[in-house]
């Protein structure tokens, strides 16, 4: 029995919609309840030619690749049937890390290469190598890491203890929370056959590198910690359609990796009997759980609103574990020292 494209639920009567070229049932037969963005794009831009453009994460646009006319029998006339799918039209929308670009026939083969026509407007080096893109935003999320965690006064009692490797390895594992989580998003995107790279992002980059600068301030002048981010990067998916099985697993494997890796370390904190090594293990367990529930905020450009528009039972479910795991690690962090499993531990 075939499934709806927007919901996934199966359905003996099916409606075929010629403007984005998928079936739906009879709650998302119209262009509006699956969220046909080609019919949102003609109804908003009204009669006459325009461009369809290609755009990025920061709402950036670039130049795409073909006209459309659009005439006044076309406005608001949904229109099914149920033969072949026509020739789809390319469209695209912008959703967090994502760049959606309907109509994977219209993207070429080599879509991150220069020579392919696409322009990439919000995006650093746009058409260097992944593993560049990479080395920067690891480099700079360390950075950020380590100015955060880093204390003298803490640093001088963990040298002394001969633990002083511990803030950088805490740091380190801020920095794969994050690189983990875009790579997730990235090989689920790979497995559907889309292309998908991790690129720098101009804004992030400037985000990232003010963060960069207030710990240093931070560190030099030992006063309290201003507040940092870090986002220098994200993953680039073309061709994604709107809300279906493919984008909501593509969102959901981000936080899916997230609460992995902070379980797998939540248990290393138990097997390993020595304080503060085990103390400092839940500590990056916490990084991960937070990192996930906040990108599973169900609002704006967060994993989170994609994949509750996709299947709201996956959606809580993911929300459910992260939560109750980083509400019990934290609790587990700030037990008093007489109680705490780690401080029990030598």
Request: glycine residues 8%; negative net charge.
């Amino acid at each position: 029995m075939r499934k709806c494209y927007h919901c996934g639920r199966e359905s003996s009567e099916l409606y075929y919609c010629e403007e984005c070229g998928h079936y739906y049932c009879r709650l998302h037969k119209d262009p509006i309840d699956h969220e046909c963005n080609i019919k949102k794009e003609e109804s908003a831009m009204g009669l006459g030619t325009f461009n369809v453009y290609f755009e990025g994460p920061e709402s950036q646009s670039t130049r795409g690749t073909e006209h459309r006319e659009v005439f006044p029998s076309e406005q608001n006339q949904p229109s099914y049937q149920s033969t072949s799918a026509s020739d789809l039209e390319s469209g695209t929308r912008t959703d967090g890390s994502f760049i959606w670009y309907r109509g994977e026939r219209n993207i070429p083969e080599n879509a991150f290469e220069e020579d392919s026509g696409i322009e990439f407007k919000g995006i650093l080096f746009p058409y260097r190598s992944e593993l560049l893109h990479f080395f920067i935003g690891a480099l700079l999320i360390y950075s950020i890491g380590l100015l955060g965690f880093y204390n003298p006064q803490n640093q001088a009692q963990l040298n002394e203890l001969g633990y002083g490797w511990i803030t950088f390895m805490v740091a380190g594992i801020y920095t794969t929370a994050f690189l983990f989580h875009e790579l997730g998003h990235r090989q689920v995107a790979i497995h559907f056959g889309l292309q998908s790279k991790f690129r720098l992002l101009k804004y992030g980059m400037m985000i990232t590198l003010m963060g960069l600068i207030m710990g240093i301030i931070t560190l030099i002048t030992s006063s309290r910690a201003l507040p940092a981010f870090a986002l220098p990067g994200a993953v680039v998916v073309l061709g994604l359609d709107t809300i279906d099985r493919k984008t909501g697993l593509c969102k959901a494997a981000g936080p899916t990796i997230n609460l992995i890796y902070g379980s797998i370390l939540l248990i290393i904190s138990f097997i390993i009997p020595i304080y503060p090594i085990n103390y400092f293990i839940s500590i990056s367990a916490s990084i991960n759980f937070m990192l996930g529930a906040f990108n599973l905020i169900p609002i704006g450009i967060l994993d989170g609103q994609a994949i509750m528009k996709w299947n709201k039972a996956v959606y809580l479910l993911l929300a459910a574990l992260m939560v109750v795991l980083l509400i019990g690690n934290y609790i587990l962090i700030y037990l008093p020292t007489n109680i705490s499993p780690y401080y029990q531990i030598s």
